[in-house]
C-alpha cells in the first residue's frame, strides 16, 4: 500500500473507521487497505476512541492540498500499474518457456 502524505483526514473518516473496527467486526488492515490509510494509524485512532479522545486526534495536522492528493493518487496508480507490469512478465516468461519445443 502507498503512503499518503502526512494531512489532515476529516473526523467522519475518524469516526468510520473506528466504526468499522469496533462495530463492524472488520480487522485493522482490511480497514486500513479499504481507505488506503495505514493500519497503525487506524490503530491509534481505535485507541484514541476508546480512551474517549477521538475528537482531539487530528487538531494540529494540516489539510492536504489537492497537488498533494493527486500525487498520492498518481503513486498509488503507479505501484498498482507496476505490479500488473511484472505479473505480465512473469506470464510472459513463463508460456515462452512452455512453447520452446523440448520443455514441459
Excluded: C, N
Excluded at 33 to 48: C, D, E, G
Amino acid at each position: 500500500m502507498e503512503k499518503i502524505p502526512r494531512g489532515y483526514y476529516t473526523r467522519e473518516l475518524r469516526e468510520e473507521a473506528v466504526k468499522l473496527v469496533m462495530e463492524g467486526g472488520e480487522s485493522v488492515p482490511k480497514v486500513g487497505h479499504r481507505l488506503s490509510i495505514s493500519p497503525s494509524t487506524i490503530r491509534y485512532w481505535v485507541k484514541a476512541s476508546k480512551e474517549g479522545k477521538l475528537q482531539e486526534v487530528g487538531k494540529q495536522q494540516r489539510p492536504l492540498t489537492e497537488l498533494e492528493m493527486e500525487l498520492a493518487r498518481v503513486k498509488r496508480e503507479l505501484a498498482m500499474v507496476k505490479v500488473e507490469r511484472d505479473i505480465l512478465k512473469k506470464a510472459t516468461a513463463y508460456f515462452a518457456r512452455e512453447s520452446l519445443p523440448g520443455t514441459r
